[in-house]
């Protein structure tokens, strides 16, 4: 009797193994046309054109024109950044960039790097590719696409190219030496947005892979942050036997398990695989994770749902844009900032190269095409896409800095068989790696980082 129950058990639960064992399925490729109109019938233009970063005496003088119009609404008494962007320290912000700041020449220094565009899918497609100036004797360069995300652009990479071109020249190994593609996201800066509904990270993630293609890389590396991390994520979930390693400094993982850990991860976090490090970061989960998310996800809710209304207002006002753009900056830097009055900005960036950023949205005008990606991508409910509740198969390394708004466990990252974890800890840090197929974890000490 026993030994019947026994053996029947065992057998339910060896079924149960393997129809819900982990399958290495893949995204369809399919395709897509997202110009305005119908797709033509004519083949479309493969060629890749030089484009070059322009401006006018006139775009410069229309700018300065609305600044000094901005109507400026005194901030309260000890407010600092609690309440969105300081007025009080905004008013030095504009000062500098009205009087300071000089768009021709940063306009110079964006076009240090060769820009193209060439049409994929219907849409102009931009991107800068940066190539080594010279390499070691008998070696290619890894080429590697890098990915922005909102509220940023490609100007993003500019400092951290040199050291992936020419590691020698700066005091880095140059066993590895990259060739790096910096794409606009459709409807970012000077990529062409989308004329349809429904253009989602799952369509970027195929038209850079066809721009990868189109370069001649038919295999490559992918790094991604903040958006380009869920659009590098859905490339190895599309195409994963072309893609040699992905980078992430930004983990979305969706799933009801995972959000249930959450909740009971206090009382039985060992038992879900939590880290010391993960239960310090996530817990009294009320005021680290809960108050966090509703202090600092208004701007999503909007533009998940209504992007273009307040899109209307921060693309006709440079100030406002600024603002918008600017408080994101300060607090997804460190979210202690917010007790500052000048949001900490000046301590890890210059006012040119933030001012570049806001440029770069301001004179495209693409400040609303860039927020409806939200909408796209999350306005259509929790798990509906098929990529949220996939895992990804190819080798794949993430860093956690510090001051993320939101921490992940690490037992979340390894949804891939070929991990490299490697988390920031201020001096010092822990780099996991998890073994091909095996599952087995052993760490690393870094110290100086």
């Known amino acids: ?188 800066g000077f990529s062409e947005a989308s004329s349809k509904k429904g253009f989602n990270t799952v369509a970027t993630a195929r038209i850079f892979y066809k721009l990868m293609l189109r370069l001649g890389f038919q295999e490559f590396y992918i790094q991604g942050g903040d958006w380009g991390s869920l659009i590098c994520t859905n490339m190895a979930q599309l195409v994963p036997s072309h893609v040699k390693g992905l980078h992430l400094n930004m983990c979305l993982v969706l799933s009801n398990f995972s959000t249930l850990t959450l909740l009971l991860g206090r009382r039985f976090g060992k038992f879900f695989g939590y880290t010391e490090r993960d239960m310090e970061l996530l817990y009294p989960f009320k005021e680290k994770v809960f108050y966090s998310i509703m202090r600092e996800s208004g701007y999503m809710h909007i533009q998940c749902t209504k992007p273009d209304t307040v899109g209307c207002a921060l693309n006709d006002s440079p100030v406002g844009l600024a603002a918008y753009i600017l408080e994101k900056f300060s607090t997804w830097t460190n979210t202690e900032f917010r007790y500052l009055e000048d949001g900490g900005l000046e301590r890890k960036f210059s006012l040119d190269d933030l001012l570049t950023n806001i440029m770069l949205y301001w004179t495209t005008g693409t400040i609303v095409s860039s927020q409806r990606f939200y909408k796209e991508n999350l306005g259509q409910g929790w798990m509906t896409q098929k990529h949220e509740r996939m895992k990804v198969y190819v080798p794949t390394g993430f860093s956690a800095f510090p001051s993320e708004l939101i921490h992940t466990p690490e037992k979340w990252r390894q949804c891939s068989p070929d991990v490299t974890d490697s988390e920031f800890r201020g001096g010092g840090g822990s780099i996991y790696l998890v073994r091909p197929r095996e599952g087995r974890i052993s760490t690393m000490k870094i110290k100086n980082m």
Not at 56 to 71: A, G, M, N, V, Y
Not at 120 to 136: A, T
Not at 155 to 177: A, Q, R
Request: aromatic share 14%; hydrophobic share 35%.
């Open 1 to 188: 009797m026993w030994l019947e129950i026994i053996l029947t058990s065992v057998l339910g639960f060896a079924i149960y193994w393997f129809i819900s064992r982990d399958k290495e399925e893949t995204l369809p490729l399919e395709d897509g046309w997202w110009g305005p109109g119908t797709r033509p019938a004519a083949r479309e233009d493969e060629s890749i054109r030089p484009f070059k970063v322009e401006t006018s005496d006139e775009e410069i003088h229309d700018l300065h024109q609305r600044i000094d119009k901005f109507r400026f609404t005194p901030a309260l008494e000890d407010s600092c950044f609690h309440y969105g962007f300081n007025s009080n320290y905004l008013k030095k912000v504009i000062s500098y960039w009205r009087n300071e700041f000089d768009w021709k020449k940063q306009v110079e220094i964006l076009n240090r790097y060769p820009h193209f565009k060439t049409k994929i899918e219907g849409l102009d497609i931009h991107f800068i590719h940066v190539k080594p100036r010279q390499l070691p004797a008998g070696r290619t360069p890894k080429p590697l696409l890098m990915v922005h995300g909102w509220p940023g652009s490609f100007y993003e990479f500019y400092k951290i190219i040199p050291l992936l071109t020419d590691p020698k020249n700066h005091g880095l190994s140059d066993e590895h030496v990259f060739e790096v593609i910096c794409p606009s996201i459709p409807g970012y």
